[in-house]
């Protein structure tokens, strides 16, 4: 089992940036991929950014793309995502999650965190 908490989230102006962090605990080592996907109200979940458990490789959609970064500090089992010029657009709950497989698909996530909410305002 996988363990995991998500903190960061809040309320911020158009413009302005958050850093999401996910803490991981229990088996951590079976997961090779880590991501952060996001659930707007309505919708469905998706893929926000993704990276391996090496680092070698990352995703990020393409709304995100050079706005938003993942990292990962394996020494202390935790995962964040950088955020910034963020937009109203980027309302949603925010969700780590921990697996294996493609890492752009939300069924290759085995373990997910409970959500944290992430509000820009215009």
């Known amino acids: 089992q996988v363990q995991l908490i998500e903190s960061g989230g809040g309320l911020v102006q158009a413009g302005g940036s958050l850093r999401l962090s996910c803490a991981a605990s229990?088996?951590?080592?079976?997961?090779?991929?880590m991501g952060w996907f996001r659930q707007a109200p309505g919708k469905e979940r998706v893929v926000v950014a993704a990276?391996?458990?090496?680092?070698?490789?990352?995703y990020y959609t393409d709304s995100v793309k050079g706005r938003f970064t993942i990292s990962r500090d394996n020494a202390k089992n935790t995962i964040s995502l950088q955020m910034n010029s963020l937009q109203p657009e980027d309302t949603a709950v925010y969700y780590c999650?921990?697996?294996?497989?493609?890492?752009?698909?939300?069924?290759?996530?085995?373990?997910w965190g409970q959500g944290t909410q992430v509000t820009v305002s215009s």
């Open positions: 990276m391996t458990r090496s680092g070698s490789f990352t």
């Open positions: 999650a921990a697996g294996a497989g493609v890492m752009t698909i939300a069924r290759s996530y085995e373990y």
């Open positions: 229990g088996r951590t080592f079976s997961s090779s991929i």
